[in-house]
């Protein structure tokens, strides 16, 4: 593949546009290259590498979202819907992956690895909750490999650094796990789909800064910078998968669909360690049970992750703040989102989330002791000198307008597409990335209605033979882990 750094003042026209260079763009573009691989694809990415924001293995726990660790995906231990959703989603991403790496387009050993995805939770109320979620989500035949265990023998088998050393205290604790998780390195992944765009008609360009949208009689002119100056573009297309800066995008481009919606700047730190002897004897995702008031992605978890073929020890998230929308976006950020009709709906939603604010406070006032006790609480024996703190970017909380709440935080991420389909953007944070591939079908089907009735979805249909599956019955979920588990290196369970 190769991308450019520089570019003329006019750009050659594009079928479509693809804004920003992450996990998003580069999923629906992998797509459309299969489907027209005539059309003109063009990608622009502001940072001067692909997946430089929240696709950064660095700048995410890598876990692939399944819905059998995140308890903030079922607040109600009774009622498991949305975790069967996201494992739902997750399986028609391991699908396209398969389809990708049969067709010779993807290594899968370059971007995903099983890892046993687990929960370890303590005192009688949290031991509680996840007894009754594992007996309501046993049910499902997504996840009827899981386990559950209030041994602590048991637990120290499962994972044995979160037992090492642990004083006898006589706390209650349980723990959870489901063999069949993932790790996946999103920034790997980002740029194998985008191999994939630049090898059909495709064209990638990074060190391009799109600040400009507006309408033209076919479609779309977008306006921007690059290091040899402006640029210009014409597109039959757009879409926007800029993360913090989509919205901001959106409302240059004056989409009506928008109108009322803000976001919310929300950053994250990550313990890593690097240090072999310890992290060979961490092989899971052990996922714990957030505060009161924590926003979503800030549930406590001590990874394992693969980047770059390297194993480390991830924990965290901490909370940071800064008004930045992206990592190496500016201070400003914040304030160009802010728009008269979305004002009273931030107040709103941040009037309805005390709780979140005072989380944060408490958050951004600990200072290193404190951070390190919340990593010994999962891992006992941690030493400070083995663990570097380093950033982990930034996310933009969608707020969307609400007809009786006036404004509420959105948990999870929204495609907005607009009227007459030409325009279209993703708002939001997790679990994105491991719901990409059933966001693109949607917008496929919403934005190019002609081409997907034509021809698209029985094509699509071969490649994800459960696009439009509603009964994940025993019998579909055991066929569809025997289809892409040996295509994806997976049919080794997690340890």
Excluded at 436 to 461: C, E, G, Y
Excluded at 479 to 488: F, I, N
Aim: charged fraction near 20%; proline fraction near 6%.
């Amino acid at each position: 593949m190769t991308t450019h750094t520089a570019s003329s003042t006019s750009l050659p026209a594009a079928d479509v546009v693809l804004i920003g260079g992450g996990i998003m763009s580069a999923t629906l573009g992998s797509m459309l290259a299969l489907l027209e691989p005539q059309w003109r694809i063009l990608m622009l990415e502001r940072a001067e590498d692909l997946a430089a924001e929240s696709s950064d293995p660095w700048n995410n726990a890598g876990t692939g979202h399944s819905g059998f660790c995140e308890l903030n995906y079922m607040p109600d231990p009774d009622d498991g819907s949305k975790a069967a959703s996201i494992a739902e989603q997750f399986h028609l991403c391991r699908q396209w992956w398969a389809h990708l790496v049969r067709l010779g387009l993807l290594e899968p050993s370059e971007f995903i690895h099983p890892s046993t995805h687990m929960n370890l939770v303590f005192g009688a109320e949290d031991v509680a909750y996840l007894r009754a979620r594992v007996t309501t989500l046993r049910t499902d035949p997504l996840f009827a490999d899981m386990e559950y265990t209030e041994d602590p023998e048991v637990i120290a088998e499962w994972a044995p650094l979160t037992m090492d050393g642990r004083p006898n205290t006589g706390e209650p604790m349980a723990a959870a796990r489901h063999p069949r998780g993932t790790d996946i390195d999103f920034g790997a992944l980002t740029r194998a789909l985008t191999s994939i765009i630049a090898s059909a008609a495709g064209e990638v360009r990074t060190g391009h800064e799109v600040n400009g949208l507006n309408r033209t009689g076919t479609g779309w002119q977008i306006t921007g910078a690059s290091p040899a100056g402006r640029f210009r573009v014409r597109a039959k297309t757009v879409f926007v998968g800029a993360g913090g800066f989509a919205l901001r995008l959106l409302q240059k481009a004056k989409v009506p669909e928008v109108r009322g919606y803000a976001v919310l700047p929300v950053g994250a730190a990550f313990y890593r360690c690097s240090t072999p002897a310890v992290v060979a004897r961490h092989q899971a995702k052990v996922y714990g049970q957030a505060d009161v008031g924590a926003p979503p992605m800030s549930v406590p978890h001590l990874d394992r992750r693969v980047v770059d073929g390297r194993e480390h020890l991830l924990f965290g998230p901490y909370a940071t703040f800064s008004t930045k929308l992206l990592e190496h976006g500016r201070l400003t950020d914040f304030f160009t989102t802010l728009r008269w009709d979305n004002l009273h709906v931030l107040a709103a939603a941040g009037v309805q989330n005390l709780d979140l604010v005072a989380f944060l406070v408490k958050e951004l006032a600990a200072g290193p002791t404190r951070k390190f006790a919340q990593l010994r609480r999962y891992f006992p024996q941690a030493r400070q000198n083995e663990w570097t703190l380093i950033p982990a970017g930034q996310r933009a909380q969608l707020v969307r307008p609400d007809p009786t709440r006036i404004g509420i935080l959105q948990q999870g991420t929204e495609l907005v597409v607009s009227a007459d389909g030409s325009i279209s953007g993703l708002l939001g944070a997790s679990p994105g990335a491991s719901t990409a591939v059933p966001i693109m079908l949607d917008l496929l089907k919403r934005a190019f209605p002609t081409q997907w009735h034509n021809a698209w979805k029985t094509v699509l249909s071969e490649a994800i033979p459960d696009r439009d599956r509603t009964d994940w019955d025993a019998e579909a979920v055991a066929r569809t882990l025997a289809d892409t588990a040996a295509p994806l290196g997976l049919d080794r369970v997690g340890g």
